[in-house]
């Protein structure tokens, strides 16, 4: 089985490479008749992406701390003082204007960029859309399963090998 995957799995990866396409997409706005609309979906894209990932990283850290604090009210030694509470972070001041569903906008976008009669291999491995193709070879994979049958179920045991 063959993967060609240019977009990454994790939000932090993510970041980076709409980060970069971003950029290097506005040396191309001429060759590949970027329009207006295509560039406020990029730049809306990016930010808010960029805004709701990095709000989200710090609800996480401030609920770290929120716990961390009710535990030392909860269970610290006797006679210490409690200190501050951690002040949640503020919310993104996200343009509500901001259409949803910008991933698929923003892939729809990338496959009509693909189709265009300047685009050529090189502006796609620059802007980051053209992906290095993965060769998974499945024979490699198996399962081992073993089952017994007990008065009155089955139990399976199951080993992963090379998985």
Same mark, same amino acid.
């Given at each position: 089985m063959m993967t060609n995957r240019y977009f990454p799995l994790t939000e932090a990866a993510? !970041? #980076?490479?709409?980060?970069n396409f971003k950029?290097?997409?506005?040396?191309?706005? !001429? #060759?590949l008749a970027i329009t207006l609309a295509?560039?406020?979906l990029v730049t809306n894209t990016n930010d808010a992406f960029n805004q709701l990932v990095n709000y989200t990283n710090a609800l996480n850290t401030y609920s770290v701390?929120?716990?961390e604090y009710k535990h030392r009210l909860?269970?610290?030694k006797t006679g210490d003082a409690l200190g501050t509470a951690p002040v949640p972070p503020v919310p993104p001041a996200i343009d509500p204007t901001v259409i949803v569903g910008l991933f698929p906008q923003?892939?729809?976008l990338i496959t009509n960029i693909k189709t265009r009669t300047n685009f050529t291999n090189d502006i796609g491995k620059t802007l980051g859309i053209i992906g290095s193709t993965v060769i998974i070879d499945w024979t490699h994979f198996f399962a081992n399963l073993i089952g017994i049958s007990l008065?009155?179920?089955?139990?399976?045991?199951?080993?992963?090998?090379n998985i």
């Amino acid at each position: 089985m063959m993967t060609n995957r240019y977009f990454p799995l994790t939000e932090a990866a993510q !970041l #980076i490479w709409l980060g970069n396409f971003k950029l290097k997409l506005w040396g191309y706005l !001429l #060759i590949l008749a970027i329009t207006l609309a295509e560039q406020e979906l990029v730049t809306n894209t990016n930010d808010a992406f960029n805004q709701l990932v990095n709000y989200t990283n710090a609800l996480n850290t401030y609920s770290v701390a929120m716990t961390e604090y009710k535990h030392r009210l909860m269970e610290g030694k006797t006679g210490d003082a409690l200190g501050t509470a951690p002040v949640p972070p503020v919310p993104p001041a996200i343009d509500p204007t901001v259409i949803v569903g910008l991933f698929p906008q923003l892939f729809a976008l990338i496959t009509n960029i693909k189709t265009r009669t300047n685009f050529t291999n090189d502006i796609g491995k620059t802007l980051g859309i053209i992906g290095s193709t993965v060769i998974i070879d499945w024979t490699h994979f198996f399962a081992n399963l073993i089952g017994i049958s007990l008065y009155n179920s089955i139990e399976l045991s199951f080993v992963k090998k090379n998985i």
